[in-house]
């Protein structure tokens, strides 16, 4: 008979087994059956590390210290029950001990009396065994959460569990990791400029040259890179513009570069020009770092800042020294200083509304590309459809992601208006037959929003 607390995971293999139907191999899956297939191995697996993480937690209780030559790791020949669980896995100790703490974390507890207690993280645990969360996930945002109890009020910390875990349904990893970012400056501001002076006491550049190469390695705080990202993803921008509007992007001489080579040749393109002090056109003149930043917050010095095409925010002292500098572009919320709608008035969108919409959407609706590497489209056309050049019909696109809502099928919408909007991605029925709406833009990472 089956264990009812496996009925999860075996309901997501029953899933998998149907999408695969009657094909030999992965080779001769239809497109509806890879999709299906994919999107149940996604559910098994984050199952599975639910699971698993509940084991581990129990071969770390059998292995504890006191246990000595007892512990289950021991007589099984480990040293730890990290090294025992990793020689089974296949995988880094680093990953164990992660997949421990996960389980520690969302397993039941008892009280001294011996009363029954829920998980330290239940919202954690909910998400894990139903699928919604993977183990690398939970990692994280228990991590965050540990390290945020020693400071801050558990109710709050409570709050952020909640917030974090609803967010961070349906976010790769790397999308889990920015969300992370954002809330640890949401739960604990007075930790921001600690954690800055100690990147900015740490800051170097290292040159040396190898078989006939260069090789720099910058390491700095992210408000002093953030003119260098800026002046760099302009230049990548441009690059990536030029090569669109090319007549012939298959002729021999189109260039092919990649990303990593074009950042590599805009750095170089940079120092020329600075150092003969020749404006010639290049693509980065213009690039704008902008800092944003809450009246409230500039006024009384508290709360956080926040650099665009940057995960990590600043502290309100930061904000305003680099805010001081040339080329930098200070947006306090709240102020209506400028217009920001022109109606018909004109096609192209300006560089007030641009910054409007950048502090708006970040970046790329979808693929959270830099505002640098964007462009700003209308949804509804501008010619074609009679389309205003304002916020609400305004949305940042790389070029990508542009070409992908018109040929694909997906829809776009703003609810809200100004730079308080939301972009919502509905995408078309060959990828979610619901067409269920999903959270673009900035606001996917701000627990705050």
């Known amino acids: 008979m089956t264990s009812s607390h496996l009925a999860p995971l075996l309901e997501a293999f029953q899933c998998l087994d149907e999408a695969w139907a009657d094909a030999g191999n992965g080779a001769e899956l239809s497109r509806a059956q890879l999709l299906a297939a994919h999107r149940a191995i996604g559910v098994v697996q984050r199952r599975l590390d639910g699971l ?15 246990l000595g030559s007892e512990g289950l790791a021991k007589q099984q020949g480990f040293r730890s029950p990290a090294t025992m669980i990793a020689a089974t896995t296949g995988g880094s100790t680093g990953d164990a001990s992660r997949l421990v703490k996960v389980g520690e974390a969302t397993a039941p507890r008892a009280s001294l009396l011996g009363e029954a ?9 909910r998400a894990s065994m139903s699928g919604e969360l993977s183990g690398a996930g939970a990692a994280i945002i228990v991590t965050l959460l540990d390290r945020a109890r020693l400071t801050v009020d558990l109710t709050r910390v409570g709050e952020a569990e909640r917030l974090l875990v609803e967010r961070a349904r ?6 889990v990791r920015k969300l992370v970012v954002r809330a640890e400056a949401w739960l604990d501001p007075d930790g921001v400029a600690p954690r800055e002076e100690q990147a900015r006491a740490g800051r170097s550049l290292t040159m040396f040259e190898r078989d006939g190469s260069l090789h720099l390695t910058l390491q700095t705080d992210i408000a002093s890179g953030a003119p260098i990202r800026a002046a760099i993803q302009a230049f990548v921008g441009a690059t990536f513009q030029a090569r669109a509007q090319a007549p012939d ?9 990649s990303v990593a080579m074009i950042q590599a040749d805009a750095l170089t393109a940079i120092c020329e020009h600075a150092t003969v ?11 704008t770092v902008v800092v944003r930043v809450s009246l409230d917050d500039l006024t009384e010095g508290t ?20 805010a001081a500098s ?3 572009i200070p947006v306090v919320l709240g102020s209506d200083s400028e217009i920001l709608d022109w109606g018909r008035e004109k096609r192209l969108f300006t560089r007030a509304q641009r910054l409007a919409l950048v502090e708006r959407d970040g970046g790329c609706v979808m693929c959270g590309l830099p505002p640098q590497m964007t462009k700003a489209h209308h949804l509804r056309w501008w010619q074609r459809d009679t389309g205003p050049t304002d916020l609400v019909n305004g949305v940042l696109l790389c070029e990508s992601c542009h070409h992908r809502v018109h040929d694909n099928g997906w829809d776009i919408r703003i609810h809200g208006t100004g730079t308080q909007g939301r972009v919502w991605l509905i995408p078309p029925a060959t990828v979610d037959p619901t067409r269920t709406p999903r959270l673009g833009g900035r606001a996917r990472y701000d627990i705050a929003a």
């Open 117 to 125: 207690l829920p998980p330290r993280y239940p919202f954690v645990q």
């Open 326 to 328: 040339g080329g930098v």
């Open 170 to 175: 349906g976010l790769s990893l790397d999308d």
């Open 277 to 287: 002090c020749d404006n010639g056109g290049m693509p980065a003149t213009g690039a």
């Open 52 to 66: 698993h993480a509940e084991v581990a937690a129990g071969i770390a209780r059998e292995s504890r210290p006191e």
């Open 303 to 322: 709360g956080v800042a926040t650099i665009d095409g940057t995960d990590r925010p600043v502290s309100i002292s930061t904000c305003r020294r680099i």
């Open 249 to 257: 992007p298959e002729a021999e001489d189109a260039d092919r570069r």
